[in-house]
Nanobody
């Protein structure tokens, strides 16, 4: 199976920065897209950023120019650098990956991290 371990969340003041990490481990053959989602209190989960295996990125309009997604394929890890944070960025952030695992050929499976809380407040 596959496990995703997230880290880097916490409390930050408006205008501050945080860097989230998500490390995947297990019987992984290859990871394709890696994504970050977030869910604010009382709201639906939304896609924040996506990065392909080749490094192409896509962002939600609300975070463009402030957040940067990156990955280290050798470490099976995805990062989210968040700058100029504001109160609307307060949410639980989840990483999500599409991957192939040993023994299942080219079947793609999807896995989620446990979530890490980011709170932007004075």
């Amino acid at each position: 199976q596959v496990q995703l371990v997230e880290s880097g969340g916490g409390l930050v003041q408006p205008g501050g920065s945080l860097r989230l990490s998500c490390a995947a481990s297990g019987s992984i053959f290859k990871i394709d897209d890696m994504r970050w989602y977030r869910q604010a209190p009382g709201k639906q989960r939304e896609l924040v950023a996506t990065i392909t295996r080749g490094g192409s990125t896509n962002y939600a309009d609300s975070v463009k120019g402030r957040f940067t997604i990156s990955r280290d394929n050798a470490k099976n890890t995805v990062y989210l650098q968040m700058n100029s944070l504001n109160s609307e960025d307060t949410a639980v952030y989840y990483c999500n990956i599409e991957c192939m695992i040993y023994g299942l050929g080219t079947t793609k499976l999807e896995y989620w991290g446990q979530g890490t809380l980011v709170t932007v407040s004075e």
